[in-house]
């Protein structure tokens, strides 16, 4: 199975900051990489995949990149609706396999 | 506007037998791959099962092979999961969760809001 490595765990930020979350796959996935957001008590919801293809109706501050191994995720400029739990999936073979999440906190 | 909706959750002792159904709604069910994914307490997720459009091709996850089923009954919609010989490690949110549009059985672009299914004497 691929395993999926997220960092930072959990990251403080404050409203407007710009913050990243990068992804490693334990081996190259192509550009097959996925990205949620899940609110507490909510199911996750799609943002980007395929490495960087935004999802309809998500804010254009989200964006994604890379390919291979490793991948980021960056909200340019966080809004409080953004503070939220983030996880990477590959979609490269079965099983699919998520990272463990990143913890988005209000600072 | 797609909606899934689950069912059949709850309490069950170790060892006991639980079938969960997905009722899915606005858009043409029978076109798309459909997965199950859980998320215990407290965890990240976990991609449970997976079944083809059709249910001629379905796959597990290693942790759950031979005790859980995936179907799908296209006529009414619906997408199951039978979970047989549950173990406390079972215990989880299930989500079921909709193919995207992208010829990858794995992007799931519709979630349902998720069923409690407690492993527990």
């Known amino acids: 199975d691929i395993q999926m490595t997220q960092s930072p765990s959990s990251l403080s930020a404050s409203v407007g900051d710009r913050v990243t979350i990068t992804c490693r796959a334990s081996?190259?996935?192509?550009?097959?990489l996925n990205w949620y957001q899940q609110k507490p008590g909510k199911a996750p919801n799609l943002l980007i995949s395929g490495a960087s293809t935004l999802q309809s109706g998500v804010p254009s501050r989200f964006s994604g990149s890379g390919s291979g191994t490793d991948f980021t995720l960056a909200i340019s400029s966080l809004q409080p609706e953004d503070f939220a739990t983030y996880y990477c999936?590959?979609?490269?073979?079965?099983?699919?396999?998520f990272g463990q999440g990143t913890r988005l906190e209000i600072k | 506007e797609v909606q899934l909706l689950e069912s059949g959750g709850g309490l069950v002792q170790p060892g006991g037998s639980l079938r969960l159904s997905c009722a899915a709604s606005g858009f043409t069910f029978s076109n798309y791959a459909m997965s199950w994914v859980r998320q215990a307490p407290g965890k990240g997720l976990e991609w449970v099962s997976v079944t083809s459009s059709s249910g001629g091709s379905t796959f597990h996850a290693d942790s759950v092979k031979g005790r859980f089923t995936i179907s799908r009954d296209n006529s009414r919609n619906t997408l199951y999961l039978q979970m047989n010989s549950l173990r406390a490690e079972d215990t989880a949110v299930y989500y079921c969760?909709?193919?995207?549009?992208?010829?990858?059985?794995?992007?799931?672009?519709?979630w349902g809001q998720g069923i409690l299914v407690t492993v527990s004497s």
């Open positions: 969760a909709k193919t995207g549009d992208y010829g990858d059985y794995y992007i799931f672009d519709y």
């Open positions: 999936q590959q979609s490269y073979s079965t099983p699919p396999t």
């Open positions: 081996q190259s996935i192509s550009s097959y």
